[in-house]
């Protein structure tokens, strides 16, 4: 097993930027995840809710085709096909939340809880890890905003 410079406990929205952002900086970083990856945002939360309520939109649309000058258009509702389409575009979204794409990136996934803290080598004393030298612009839509840290981060 070998060691890290960080460790990262929870794979969703937050933990994969931070785990994949800091591993193309040079980082050795371990990521903790106990179930899957993308979060509560990409399998209960955010992504499912959009989908639902961009399905019941196009339903009300619908059901108002007269208001925008079409003809009435008699809907039907089918609750297990829209569940379906939520599934499937969690599925689509999810594509990029793959272990083994965060692996060719540098990052050690991890499948468990924190408790795996105690069997993963981490040097926990606080020291400077030097970055690769980067502009701003290299890391432009990146969680890590060069401008505003040193040249060096503290893990």
């Known amino acids: 097993m070998r060691d890290f410079d960080l460790a990262v406990i929870g794979g969703g929205a937050g933990g994969l930027n931070v785990a994949s952002g ?6 050795r970083v371990a990521l903790i995840e106990k179930k899957k990856l993308g979060g509560d945002c990409l399998h209960y939360g955010c992504v499912p809710t959009k989908t639902l309520v961009h399905s019941a939109k196009i339903a009300s649309l619908m059901k108002r085709s007269r208001e925008f000058g ?8 089918d609750f297990k096909n829209i569940m379906n389409h939520m599934r499937d575009v969690i599925s689509k979204v999810g594509v ?3 272990s083994k794409r965060l692996e060719d990136m540098g990052v050690q996934v991890f499948w468990g809880t ?8 981490l040097n926990l004393m606080v020291r400077r890890l030097p970055v690769k030298n980067l502009s701003p612009q290299q890391v432009q839509g990146s969680l890590l905003s060069l401008s505003k840290v040193s040249k060096t981060f503290n893990i």
């Open 22 to 27: 800091v591993a193309q900086l040079g980082a």
């Open 114 to 121: 924190e408790n795996l803290l105690t069997l993963i080598p």
């Open 96 to 98: 990029r939340d793959d």
């Open 70 to 77: 079409l003809n009435d258009t008699n809907i039907s509702i």
